[in-house]
């Protein structure tokens, strides 16, 4: 039987992906699209064939709507997440799960009450770089970690032919329903990624640039600091061009190295008949997508690699940094959920 999907809202600019992965899927049907523009909503009703229902409440009692996939705007996803939670459905959101740890606690107090099942889209964890430097770090061959550097950034807020003012939506910039800019969008991917390389770390200082004008960060430096000593950086933009993904991981023993090559270097490698950098002959497979991980959760029971502690983490983390701009200080992690 296939699992009946109804998209709740296309706020977010990978919700589009979403419906097409489900839709090519033989196992699944989006049966209903609610949005809270009525307008947008309508819109992507006609582009993919598929009914808008208005009323949330009228969807989320449908009892042929088995599960939801949850794009709405970060600052409504307690209200939406709940509410669907509350009905008995499945519910596969975008990150981040709230904009603070209050409101993250209670989504997953009903989910857990309730017995249904939420997955968060964190796909870094899963994805091939990560879990090969997961890999060296878990065989310890970099000695003790002290330093992790890693830069996530793209041109979304600079002009382009056909899009004068970039290419993300404009209501990216409403600070009111995203929370914030750069860091809580594209910050999220490293920063859940530090937590599963360090663990958490016991405080957070973060500083924001504005070099567009927007009323939220199009630029975003976090520190973190860590009981054993180490430190890591997160660098987040939407200003910048032809930028890869890097990540830099530096121990006593070793530093490895991940932007459009994996690069390692360590003395507890076997000097021969390599020695000094090298490049990796083959990656780990990426995992499944985080929405392919939910699907086989929800209809096979197959237990997810993203689990809900990490939604409740990257809540916290980014509620820490986004106090600490706003307050210029360092927050303390046990600090920033009180």
């Not at 017995?115 to 310890?140: C, H, M, W």
């Amino acid at each position: 039987m296939k699992l009946r999907i109804a998209i709740l809202s296309f706020w977010h600019v990978h919700a589009r992906g979403y419906a097409k992965q489900l839709a090519d899927r033989s196992d699944c049907t989006i049966v209903a699209i609610w949005d809270e523009s009525a307008e947008r909503g309508l819109r992507m009703s006609e582009q993919l064939n598929v009914p808008f229902v208005e009323d949330l409440q009228a969807v989320l009692a449908n009892p042929e709507v088995d599960a939801v996939v949850v794009n709405a705007p970060s600052s409504m996803h307690p209200e939406v997440i709940i509410a669907a939670a509350e009905a008995g459905k499945h519910i596969f959101t975008e990150k981040v799960l709230a904009l603070n740890s209050a409101d993250a606690n209670r989504i997953v107090a009903t989910v857990q009450r309730e017995g249904v099942k939420l997955l968060v889209s964190l796909p870094r964890l899963g994805d091939q770089r990560t879990l090969y430097a997961k890999s060296i770090l878990d065989q310890g061959l970099l000695g003790q970690v002290t330093f992790i550097r890693m830069r996530l950034a793209h041109d979304g807020a600079l002009p382009r032919e056909g899009a004068p003012d970039g290419w993300l939506p404009p209501h990216f910039w409403d600070q009111t329903e995203s929370g914030g800019g750069a860091l809580i969008d594209l910050g999220c991917h490293p920063m859940i990624m530090l937590h599963h390389f360090l663990g958490m770390p016991e405080s957070v200082t973060a500083r924001f640039g504005y070099v567009t004008g927007r009323k939220v960060e199009d630029n975003a430096v976090v520190t973190l600091q860590y009981p054993n000593g180490a430190m890591a950086v997160v660098e987040a933009g939407f200003a910048s061009r032809h930028c890869p993904a890097l990540v830099e991981i530096y121990g006593t023993e070793g530093c490895l190295l991940m932007g459009n090559q994996v690069e390692i270097r360590s003395s507890l490698l076997p000097t021969e008949p390599l020695s000094g950098w090298i490049r990796p002959d083959k990656l780990p497979p990426n995992m499944p997508t985080p929405i392919e991980q939910w699907v086989d959760y929800v209809r096979c029971d197959k237990t997810p690699a993203i689990t809900i502690e990490q939604g409740l983490v990257l809540t916290q983390l980014m509620e820490a940094a986004y106090i600490s701009a706003a307050e210029k200080r360092s927050v303390e992690i046990a600090s920033s959920a009180q």
